[in-house]
Each structure stands twice: as C-alpha cells, then as structure tokens.
C-alpha cells in the first residue's frame, strides 16, 4: 500500500521560508513505479476548495507551478530517497493552508493535472500558517 507522510509545516512570519517535506513508502510492493509516478503538492486553506500549488512529473524535468506561487516556491524530488519537497519563499499570509502532498501514476511527458480525483494516494496534511 502506498503511503505518503509529510512533514515541516510551521508558523511563519510573513516574508519567511519553510521547506515541505513528503516521504513515500510502499511504493515498490505496487503495481507502480517511481519512475512513473507525478508528484503534487496541493493546499486548502480554512472555507476553500483544494488547490492544486505544483507538480512534478517523473524524471523531474517537466514542473507546474499555480500562479500564486510560481517564483516563490520550488518543487523537487529525490526518488533515491522516496522524497519531495516544496521550498517556499517570501511567504505571505495568503500560503496559510493545510498542505498535502499527492502521487498518481504519470508517464514522464503526460499532462499535467490540478485536479484532486486523479490523485490516488495523499498524505495526511501539513499545517502552514503565515502571519502578517
């Protein structure tokens, strides 16, 4: 069973940074493969819908970042160590959010998707809270 565990959410003046960490496990008892798995971090924050913050497809080349973050945030994966990480800069309180980190099958060149019914595995949550 796939299983991805966050952590490194924190609360944060405005102007700060933090690094989002996901590990995933089970991967390899699966019928899927790393090499063949997009990685997502998406948010919520309290009374919004689910949204889809950065993606990053296999082989780690091909990344999609919402406009919100794109410049601010960083997305990267180290499928040695079964991990992904979102580096967030410059953070201003409209980051305050649960952060969740998503896995769906991919093949490297597919299209990227902001869409949560696609993602079969997720973490649990990850608290950001950004003050002014």
């Known amino acids: 069973q796939v299983r991805l565990v966050e952590s490194g959410g924190a609360s944060v003046a405005a102007g700060g940074s933090l690094r989002l960490f996901c590990t995933v496990s089970?991967?390899?008892?699966?019928?899927?493969?790393?090499?063949?798995?997009?990685m997502a971090w998406f948010r919520q924050a309290s009374g919004k819908e689910r949204e889809g913050v950065s993606i990053i497809n296999p082989g780690g080349n091909s990344i999609y970042y919402s406009d919100s973050v794109k410049g601010r945030f960083t997305i990267s994966r180290d499928d040695a160590k079964m991990t992904f990480y979102l580096q967030m800069h410059n953070l201003k309180p409209d980051d305050t959010a649960t952060y969740y980190c998503a896995a769906r099958p991919a093949y490297p060149g597919a299209a990227f998707s902001t869409r949560v019914g696609e993602y079969p595995y997720w973490g649990q949550g990850s608290q950001v809270t950004v003050s002014s």
């Open positions: 089970g991967i390899l008892v699966s019928s899927v493969h790393p090499d063949y798995m997009a």
